[in-house]
C-alpha cells in the first residue's frame, strides 16, 4: 500500500474517532440535561435520516451502529 492511501486511510479513521467523540459528549450531555425520553428521540430522528439517506450498494448507513451508540447512552 502506498504511503498516500495510507494517509488517506489514517486520517479517514482520525476523522470518524474524533466525530464518535464529539457525538458521545453531546449525546452525555443530552441526556443529563434532558433524560434518557431525549437520547431515544434522538436515536429515532437518526434512523429515520438513515432510512431515508440515499444509499449506494456499497455505502449506506449502518442503523445496526446507530442503534448500539444510542443505547449505549441510555
Known sequence: MSDDVQDIL???GSSIITLNCI???LAS???ATQGTAAIEAAQDYALNVAK?????TDI???VNAI???FNAHK
Not at 431515508?52 to 449506494?56: D, E, G, K, L, S
Open 60 to 62: 449506506a448507513p449502518d
Open 67 to 69: 442503534t448500539q451508540f
Open 52 to 56: 431515508v439517506y440515499p444509499a449506494t
Open 10 to 12: 489514517n486520517y479517514t
Open 29 to 31: 450531555q443530552l441526556k
Open 23 to 25: 457525538l458521545s459528549g
